[in-house]
């Protein structure tokens, strides 16, 4: 979960500084709160990619983050439990 992004901005520089090329972090939840989105702007981040449970701001300007939607697979999940399916069918690849 990345909500205020005070350690995920510490990152890219410690890995730099051991070798690293380009740093790219991923996070289930991107929270955003206060000034997060300005500090991973200047963290240096090669790409920042969240998936979204969670609305996110539309001021996040960034080219180097990638939102990747997760709503199908709670969708699919609530189904099955309803209609008396499977929800083992979602590890399985059956509905």
């Known amino acids: 979960m990345i909500d205020t992004g005070g350690t995920l901005v510490r990152a890219p520089q410690a890995l730099t500084d051991r ?3 380009q ?3 991923a996070a ?4 955003f709160s206060d ?3 300005e ?3 200047q ?11 969670l609305p996110n701001p539309a001021s996040i300007p960034s080219s180097r983050l990638v939102v ?4 199908p697979l709670p969708v699919r999940a609530i189904s ?4 008396e399916g499977s929800a083992t069918s979602l590890s399985e690849g059956e509905s």
């Open 35 to 37: 000034d997060a989105v």
């Open 43 to 53: 963290a240096g981040l090669a790409q920042l990619i969240i998936t979204d449970p």
């Open 28 to 31: 289930t939840h991107g929270v």
């Open 68 to 71: 990747l939607s997760n709503a």
């Open 80 to 83: 099955e439990v309803f209609l």
């Open 23 to 25: 740093v790219i972090a």
């Open 39 to 41: 500090r991973l702007e």
């Open 19 to 21: 070798g690293a090329t």
